[in-house]
């Protein structure tokens, strides 16, 4: 826990030395000139909406938000944008500062967008899947898998992924972490104990091939969840994680011991690190990847 918290203030520090600040800003919507405040909360001008989010985004971080994001929350919301954007330190921004920047700019519809050759290489060079120009790229993506209820009604199981490669008969899930405190947990209450007993254990016991108690997958919800996509070798699921975070770099070794072998391929872990070391020349690195050291 104190080693987190360590790493969490450096990657914070950091962040905000990288943003420009503006003391005749109201106090109260820039935290970051107040001492012993959050430094990593972006100014917004009065209104924690879509609109000032991406205002500051723009003008602080340089990142122009072009995409519709699929809606959160209520039905109908128009609110499309993460409520914690303009946090420095969301992941659903560094996904965006990463992977718009090696898409092509031209939409297909849906906030749909083809790959860049860049994109194509570094697919390749880091994961060993071959896409193609014609592939199919989103943010915010959510798998359209569902699940029988015990009272006969079918709902969607409700992950999103933080981005999707979608290429013919291939499919690529991105799940993204930055300064997160490890890998999701599930309430243990009798809606995820029924998602878990009916849809989860089966899908679970086909991909790491014997059984999981349900008390293991309440403990690694998030990660077995991501996981169950994973069941043929067209469709990976990959995450990103810093390696200098040591709470999800210590759930990753836990659960790859536990549950996955070197020839379960098309479950993949990867570094930030290793992402700037194959990142392509040609292309400015996001500013988010000067916090990815590599430890000593």
């Known amino acids: 826990m104190k080693n987190y918290y360590k790493y969490r203030k450096k990657i914070l520090e950091l962040l905000s030395n990288k943003v420009r600040t503006d003391k005749s800003i109201n106090p109260g919507e820039w935290q970051g000139v107040i001492k012993n405040t959050y430094t990593h909360i972006l100014p917004l001008d009065g209104k924690n909406c879509r609109k000032s989010r991406e205002d500051a985004i723009r003008e602080y971080l340089e990142i122009e938000i072009k995409e519709d994001f699929l809606p959160r929350g209520k039905k109908g919301c128009k609110e499309t944008l993460h409520p914690y954007a303009h946090h420095l330190n969301s992941s659903q921004l560094l996904c965006y500062a990463t ?3 090696l898409l092509e700019e031209e939409n297909i519809g849906d906030a749909t967008h083809h ?26 993506y959510i798998d359209d898998l569902k699940w029988e209820k015990r009272d006969g009604s079918i709902q969607p199981e409700g992950t999103s992924f933080d981005f999707h490669i979608a290429d013919k008969n291939i499919e690529v899930f991105f799940e993204i972490k930055f300064t997160e405190f490890g890998f999701g947990k599930a309430k243990n209450d009798e809606n995820h104990k029924e998602k878990i007993e009916d849809t989860y254990l089966f899908r679970v016991k086909d991909i790491v091939g014997k059984k999981v108690s349900k008390k293991y997958i309440i403990q690694n919800y998030q990660l077995f969840r991501n996981i169950i996509r994973s069941n043929s070798e ?15 770099s210590d759930d990753i070794c836990k659960f790859d011991k536990d549950f996955l072998t070197s ?31 590599t430890p000593k």
Not at 267 to 283: A, E, G, L
């Open 263 to 293: 020839s379960h391929a098309n479950v993949k872990f990867v570094t930030w690190q290793d992402i700037c070391n194959n990142w392509p020349k040609d292309i400015a690195m996001p500013f988010q990847f000067t916090c990815f050291e």
């Open 234 to 248: 067209k469709k990976l699921v990959v995450f990103i994680t810093d390696n200098s975070n040591p709470k999800t």
């Open 115 to 140: 790959p860049k050759e860049e994109l194509i290489k570094l697919i390749k060079d880091l994961l060993c899947i071959d896409i193609s120009k014609d592939a199919k790229c989103k943010f915010e």
């Open 99 to 101: 992977f718009q920047p």
